[in-house]
């Protein structure tokens, strides 16, 4: 079974504070993803990586950065965390050659105080 | 642009069938995807139409029109625990899934 694992179920951070979200997949998928969602708005796409080394910016990257050193790692930054990146956000990764289906992760519900 | 419409809200009763529409504007999607999502939990893939027509997977199927840009998720012998989201997506490529902003199904006694 794939897996795509994020480091935070629950994490509170406070104003100004930078915030480090980490995900890692075990299946050697070339593509990943991050998405923050609330309600109302559904998967908002914020960057997303298609190998090593490489990011291209989403929808909403405003605020937040990437990193990815390793095929299976795929770090999200929040340079400086404000009251509205309060949310849930969900790492997927899924393989090049195939475009329908995204592993995701469990998400990580981000509150900023 | 590429945008995916479908309805926010959808109830049920328990056993009932009933079918989630996805119609969408874009071109250069190839196909359709659909995903669940309960509360509190990640979206997981449940199907996907490549082509024209009926794609069944035990209680639920998934049709899809590419000339009218239009798809559904008809679920059958509805349970209760089948109350989730359901989120349509089109794929284009290596480029990531858009997706819809989902519909909450409420299945009811």
């Known amino acids: 079974d794939v897996k795509v694992t994020q480091s935070s179920r629950y994490l509170v951070k406070r104003t100004g504070e930078k915030v480090f979200l980490e995900c890692v997949q075990d299946m050697d998928h070339e593509n990943m993803f991050w998405y923050r969602q609330d309600p109302g708005l559904g998967l908002r796409l914020i960057y997303f990586s298609y190998d090593v080394k490489m990011k291209e910016k989403g929808d909403i990257p405003e605020g937040y950065s990437v990193s990815r050193e390793k095929k299976e790692r795929f770090s999200l930054i929040l340079e400086s965390a404000s009251t509205n990146q309060t949310s849930m956000y969900l790492c997927?990764?899924?393989?090049?050659?195939?475009?329908?289906?995204?592993?995701f992760g469990p998400g990580t519900r981000l509150t900023v105080t | 642009g590429q945008s995916l419409e479908q309805p926010s809200e959808v109830t049920a009763v328990e056993g009932a069938i009933v079918q989630i529409n996805c119609t969408y504007q874009t071109s250069g999607f190839y196909g359709l995807s659909w995903y669940q999502q309960h509360d509190g939990g990640a979206p997981t893939f449940l199907s996907y139409n490549a082509l024209d027509g009926l794609e069944e997977t035990g209680r639920f199927s998934s049709f899809l029109s590419r000339s009218d840009s239009y798809g559904y998720l008809l679920l059958q012998e509805l349970q209760m625990k089948d109350s989730a989201s359901y989120f349509c997506a089109g794929p284009s490529g290596n480029t990531p899934l858009v997706f819809g902003k989902g519909t909450r199904l409420s299945v009811i006694a």
């Open positions: 997927a990764s899924r393989p090049r050659d195939s475009p329908y289906e995204q592993y």
